[in-house]
């Protein structure tokens, strides 16, 4: 096995367009790859760029084809796609696109011309002649040695082939996805996405939705990869050198390579987000495709980061011009902020009552979590709408279906609890950016929404299940930001939040309750740990209703009430701007017996550790260190803030005794 590192071959990690300069250039969401025999590598830009780019071998980045959503035929910018997704290119140079929005298969001439090679632009399947043949979403495709463009017909759970003579087939998949084996029109695929051929014309397919490796025979007979293959859960691209090794890309953020013979390793990638360097280290978000540049080079499209990489062995380094140092992809949530956020549900002006607020505890004892959004309470069956315009840019872009936690993901926002695609009574209307799965019976068992499918804000996006409410989150799975900041619309609060009565607890470094009260005032030595039951309403709640809070801190004053030094102004320790994933962060920031009825509490609690330090998704345990303090009286004043600045007044001070 080869060790390998990664390292960026074009783009500055921040989403737009911009030709030049492989380390100046941006990217909007590079996703399709294919490397020419001169080296060039070219990339499809969907998002809002919806274009065709490459890099040079000398790291120039221009734009081939393409300017702007649409569909048009044409030479250069005159071009339109929509989404486009895989590409393939042939021994003559000629490239071929997955044009999913469009669903259609294009074809970019060496001299710069689009045509298209196949597909109505109408969403459906039917075989004959390519101008009348019909796909859904298509996202792979390949060719092979006899000429034949092969499509991964993705939301048809189909594999396609387009011959030289412009005739449409099908060669495996049948009309329910699944992950049957057998003869091409009896198998079944679930939502494939990626394509290549090996020397010996057998099809490799990444089968996106079953999570698996799938081999179409030259006979026609369907198998599955037996050997388990450790990473491989959304695979999305698939490439196959000439001796029949094999390179995965996965949506998780994996790179995994299953030689020819021996056990399948990961080649790169670990936890989702950003980094160079060894593969073992290194970091991708939301995976595109990849492609074999030559022996042990993997050109792959961190879609997610908006860059193109390299995975190759480290003497690769020294070949390359070096990747600017301030690549730091994050979710832009100044662009986003830049409009005001409206409802998901009618009026969309608002208000409406908030039911759940950002990072508030959730889960389990043993799996504790912040909950990752906004909750709106409406009844079910109620419409919910696009709060912003967006594009579905995974291909498996829903999921738990008919459960109350169904979810649909559109561009930044995820909406949760709804009944994606279709109405309470599971009716579906809208079949261009929606793809229903039905069961032999006529019985509808799945929604999934297009790769490329567009919605404007204001579209019907779903309506609210039975759990009564919808949620929203907003940013990068795993790095959600709190909706309040993007100024919701007509949401007024002048409700100040609540310290019930003795909420405040302080215990010592072991973890013991302090208890001990000398003239009504509690005995504190050493390094302490607050706790404070607090929560918040808004206007338009339930009295019942708790809503989480946003900031917390903590004060010190001397017994006249002017603050000590160091405390001239509150010290504020937790403030709930944004999430990360896979930390304990929730655990460390409420103590135990915080959380929901839905998840076993008798009643809504939120007990936060104010002495924990919340930044930017990252809590690190603290203390109230007394010993700071001469011996003598004080008062503990606690904070207990909403999002616009209201502050518990009641019972927020404890009278306190700093002891040796």
Avoid at 79 to 87: D, V, W
Avoid at 138 to 150: F, H, I, K, S, T
Avoid at 215 to 236: C, K, L, N
Wanted: net charge neutral; aromatic share 8%; glycine share 12%.
């Amino acid at each position: 096995p080869w060790p390998a590192w990664v390292t960026v071959l074009a783009g500055d990690g921040r989403v737009g367009w911009r030709d030049g300069r492989a380390d100046r250039a941006r990217l909007a969401e590079p996703f399709g790859v294919a490397v020419a025999a001169d080296g060039t590598i070219y990339f499809s830009d969907a998002g809002d760029s919806h274009r065709i780019r490459a890099i040079s071998p000398t790291g120039q980045v221009s734009t081939v084809a393409g300017g702007g959503g649409g569909f048009a035929d044409g030479a250069g910018a005159t071009a339109r796609f929509s989404t486009p997704s895989g590409l393939a290119i042939d021994a003559a140079g000629v490239l071929y696109i997955a044009d999913t929005g469009n669903n259609a298969i294009r074809r970019l001439s060496p001299e710069g011309g689009v045509t298209t090679m196949a597909g109505s632009g109408v969403a459906g399947y039917l075989d004959g002649r390519a101008g009348q043949a019909q796909f859904n979403g298509p996202v792979g495709v390949a060719v092979d040695a006899r000429g034949r463009v092969l499509v991964a017909d993705t939301y048809n759970d189909r594999i396609r082939a387009i011959a030289p003579d412009g005739q449409v087939t099908t060669l495996a998949g049948s009309d329910m996805p699944g992950a049957l084996d057998g003869p091409g029109p009896q198998a079944s695929f679930d939502t494939p996405c990626g394509l290549a051929v090996d020397a010996a014309g057998r099809i490799l397919v990444a089968d996106t939705g079953n999570g698996l490796i799938r081999t179409i025979e030259p006979t026609g007979v369907v198998t599955t990869h037996t050997q388990p293959i450790v990473g491989v859960d959304r695979p999305i691209g698939i490439a196959v050198t000439a001796a029949g090794d094999v390179y995965v890309s996965d949506e998780q953020g994996r790179i995994i390579e299953i030689p020819s013979k021996g056990d399948a390793r990961r080649l790169a990638g670990t936890s989702v987000g950003y980094e160079d360097g060894p593969g073992g280290t290194a970091r991708f978000r939301r995976l595109g495709s990849l492609a074999l540049a030559a022996s042990n080079r993997v050109v792959v499209a961190d879609a997610g980061n908006a860059l193109v990489r390299l995975v190759a062995p480290p003497a690769w380094r020294t070949t390359l011009p070096p990747s600017s140092p301030g690549i730091a992809p994050a979710f832009d949530d100044q662009q986003f902020a830049r409009t005001p956020l409206i409802w998901p549900v009618a009026p969309l002006e608002g208000p409406h009552e908030v039911a759940g607020t950002f990072a508030e505890a959730r889960g389990e004892q043993g799996s504790e979590r912040f909950h990752a959004g906004l909750d709106v309470r409406e009844e079910q069956g109620t419409p919910v709408r696009a709060v912003r315009d967006g594009t579905v840019t995974s291909p498996v872009s829903t999921g738990a279906f008919a459960t109350i936690n169904e979810w649909l993901r559109v561009g930044p926002v995820t909406y949760v609890h709804l009944r994606a695609g279709r109405s309470r009574d599971d009716g579906v209307d809208d079949l261009q950016r929606f793809a229903p799965v039905y069961d032999a019976s006529g019985l509808l068992v799945r929604m999934r929404a297009k790769r490329g499918a567009r919605f404007a804000a204001g579209d019907v996006v779903g309506s609210i299940n039975r759990f009564n409410h919808v949620h929203l989150n907003i940013g990068w799975p795993g790095n959600e930001h709190n909706p309040l900041q993007f100024r919701l619309v007509e949401f007024v609060d002048t409700v100040p939040p609540t310290i019930a009565r003795g909420g405040i607890r302080l215990f010592d470094e072991q973890g013991q309750p302090l208890t001990t009260r000398v003239k009504r005032r509690l005995v504190v030595r050493g390094r302490v740990q607050i706790v404070v039951d607090a929560w918040d309403q808004a206007e338009g709640n339930v009295p019942s209703r708790r809503l989480g809070l946003y900031a917390l801190g903590y004060q010190v004053l001397a017994r006249n009430g002017t603050p000590v030094p160091g405390f001239e102004s509150p010290l504020t320790t937790i403030r709930f701007d944004q999430l990360r994933s896979g930390s304990d962060a929730a655990r460390r920031v409420f103590a135990s017996g915080s959380g929901i009825p839905v998840y076993g509490q008798r009643r809504t609690q939120f007990l936060y550790v104010v002495t924990t330090t919340y930044r930017d998704g990252v809590a690190t345990p603290g203390y109230w260190d007394t010993s700071a303090l001469v011996p003598g009286d004080y008062v503990l004043r606690v904070i207990a803030e909403d999002f616009h600045g209201n502050q518990a007044v009641a019972n927020r001070d404890v009278a306190v005794t700093v002891v040796p």
